[in-house]
């Protein structure tokens, strides 16, 4: 069974310049994560998905980022403009329903570098 | 508000060495579910071990265990005889059951970066 599949895998771009980042989570999984992960601390969740609503995106700086997942299959996120403190590995993942205990799979993530 | 404490920053052990990932947590709720997740430097993070909240039994798989204390709010993680190929960051996290309108949030502490020296 295919994984969660991100891309791309590394990006570097200057501040004030956009980016997007693409994930295709495993085939039939319902919910839809995305994280961002700071060097040195723990992923934190910026927004969640189950099939193409968006059920959680509280921690999302909504005034910069923004994520669609139009056909409830794969998502894009975006960042715009991009600021040095986005700087961070963004990470996908997706569980088969979006309950407390459900397993969440990571794909490898993209690191992004804003200089 | 959940939070989790991985109170060890870096761990650094000779190859067959036993080594303890310490995690504390806090919440509010009395139904939760408690992860360990490996994160190799590939990047992906593994999913390793689920524990819920009524379930105190420990657990071991191979090399790996784990002892959950409700009383403490701790759910470490041990692997004996470590080898190289444990050499990751480890991350435990808590995903609470808030008036069953929770949809799965995962609050991971900071990570726990081990070294296993041959």
């Known amino acids: 069974e295919a994984g969660v599949a991100q891309s791309p895998r590394y990006k570097i771009i200057e501040k004030r310049q956009s980016v997007a980042f693409w994930c295709n989570p495993i085939?039939?999984?319902?919910?839809l994560y995305w994280y961002q992960q700071i060097l040195g601390q723990g992923p934190k969740l910026l927004i969640q998905?189950?099939?193409?609503?968006?059920?959680?995106d509280s921690q999302l700086p909504k005034d910069r980022f923004s994520a669609e997942r139009l056909k409830g299959v794969d998502s894009t996120l975006k960042i715009q403009p991009a600021k040095l403190e986005d700087s961070a590995v963004y990470l996908c993942a997706s569980s088969p329903l979006g309950t407390p205990k459900n397993i969440q799979y990571f794909g490898a993530g993209t690191r992004l570098s804003v200089l | 508000a959940q939070k989790v404490t991985q109170a060890q920053t870096e761990i650094s052990v000779v190859e067959k060495e036993d080594v303890t990932l310490d995690c504390v947590y806090e919440?509010?709720?009395?139904?939760?579910?408690l992860f360990w997740y490996k994160q190799p430097p590939s990047g992906e993070l593994v999913f390793l071990i689920r524990r819920n909240s009524f379930d105190e039994q420990n657990e071991i798989s191979g090399r790996y265990s784990w002892n959950f204390q409700k009383s403490t709010s701790s759910f470490n993680f041990t692997i004996t005889a470590s080898q190289v190929v444990d050499s990751a960051v480890y991350f435990c996290?808590?995903?609470?059951?808030?008036?069953?309108?929770?949809?799965?949030?995962?609050?991971f502490g900071q990570g726990t970066i081990l070294t296993v020296h041959p």
């Open positions: 085939s039939g999984h319902a919910t």
């Open positions: 996290a808590l995903s609470e059951v808030t008036g069953g309108t929770s949809y799965g949030k995962l609050t």
């Open positions: 998905f189950q099939n193409n609503g968006v059920v959680d």
């Open positions: 919440t509010r709720d009395t139904t939760y579910y």
